[in-house]
């Protein structure tokens, strides 16, 4: 892995900061000390409020200097903690009243103020702590709880975004100078989470994927055109291997169902998805995949890029998306998980007692016990294939051949249900491994799985290449209308393009042991063959790289101030210019061989 850590712009003041402080030492003064965190949380205000409350912020006074005189100004070289020592943040004003908070988060002792892409630096608005006072570096008042034109005031962008502001701040007679970075992002969303406890803040969230909390949630377009203000019934960590990066995932219920994506009624719902694409350094390996699904005629969820903010801190580039589970506009299928519901009144599944049986293939599977079935379960399931954290799920399966699955609607099964489920796609199984044709019924395994979808889904996972290909985050669902199981929807495709260094290069079939047997059959090949050459991503580009790497360009700037130093990404080189010429590389050469390979089929 190659990294290149941000090269720090402040300039030289070494020698000031090292007289300054002799003569401190020396005299016997004792100016105001400023504590510098290196870390991404900055002492912020609540993220949105009714109006900037100067109570509400953490109020951190000067300590009046000692032994002061006229000949020695009160003025020390702190150059960051503006936000401790003078309690300044920036906010948005919108509505009647309502507020959305922008803290100066220290990163690494620097003071950064990351600008979401519906405020611009002609038009910031600040607020400071009763009884300070801010100015610019000519001693010109910084108006505090207007919009201000800051633009002027910038330095140079050196090419990473990042331009400096030199304030002065003065509390209690000690006035101290900062330089705060000021980085703006465009063309995307901004979302901005606030906690209802503080006790049950954004830590409280990451430090286990159990706890959850309560909040408030305001989403803004580029232009600032509000999308949603209202509650969070629910924030919680969500995902497996990605929660354990530094930089967290999240799954958020809304009180009220909102189209966030903006792609029409349908997909209006109240839980969303915000991945943070920790082990992916283009930022874009999802949105590249899912809008690909999509086109193909693959089940896939909508996605938005977006900046995320939490409890005013600026967390980063996300991805919003909508979450893979039964509901109109995701998985619209019979809910089987409403019907177990109704056949068990005044029982609670989730507290029920889970046990292990067998099928009369002698598959494995776990199930709930003490629960009714209802009239009809032969349809309304939405599995997942997930070979590494099946057991930590209430019912799953595993198949002749090794595949675990989970099924992730409904999440609780009764043994009647789990029979049913596992028996079928076992018999698809044994119709795979027999040349396409079940040995005891005769069925054509197409009676089993969509031949259509199935074909598009393996197609596009090794365009992309992806690591987890029918191994883990793999779908499959089956309504009760009679037709086939088919595959999708489409997830989860961070490890993708290359970037895992044990599945790197652009040659080789990604997908694990479930599609094999498929891939024995000559009418399954052709299929595949045909969606490729129809796809449009049969060539050796794929515009969409340039078009959502572009959409990102300035959001990317700053995440990267705040995970540049993140160890947890597989391949990462010197640059975000580097990461994405590697993407299309790596695309085309991927097509080269795919071509070759497919041709034969």
Known sequence: MREKTMKDQRPNRMPLIIITTVIILLTGIIGQRNVIYATADP??????????DPAGTQQIAAQPATQQTAAQPAVTPARSGIARFAGLFAYIPFGEGRTVNLSIDNVKGRDYLFLPSAVSTSGVTFHCNEG????????????????????SRLGADGGDGVRQLVLNATVAGVTNTYDVFVMQSANIPGIYITSADPAKGRSYIEANKSNKAEGSMTMMTSKGKVLYDGALTQIKGRGNTTFMAEKKPYQIKLKTATDLTQTGAVNTDKTWILLANAYDPTLIHNTTGLKMAKKMGINAPDCLPVDLYYDGSYRGNYLLCEKVMVAPGRVAITDLEEKNTEANPGKDLDKLATAVGANKYGDVFQYVTGMNSPASYKGGYLLELDDAYYKEERSYFITSTGSPFVIKSPENCSKEEMIFISEYVEEMVRAALNGGKEPDSGRSVWEYIDKDSFAKYFTLQEIVKNADSFSSSTYFYLNDDGKPMKAGPIWDLDDTYGIRTDVSGSEGFSSGGFIQPFLSLADFKRAVKTVYNNSGYAESSNPGIDIYSKEIAASQKMNRILWNDSKQMFTKLESYEADITAMKKFTAARSKWLKGIFATW
């Open 43 to 52: 002492v912020s205000t609540p993220a949105t409020q009714t109006a900037p």
């Open 132 to 151: 300070a006072s801010v100015s610019f570096e000519d001693g010109t008042a910084l108006t505090m709880d207007k919009p201000v034109d800051i633009t």
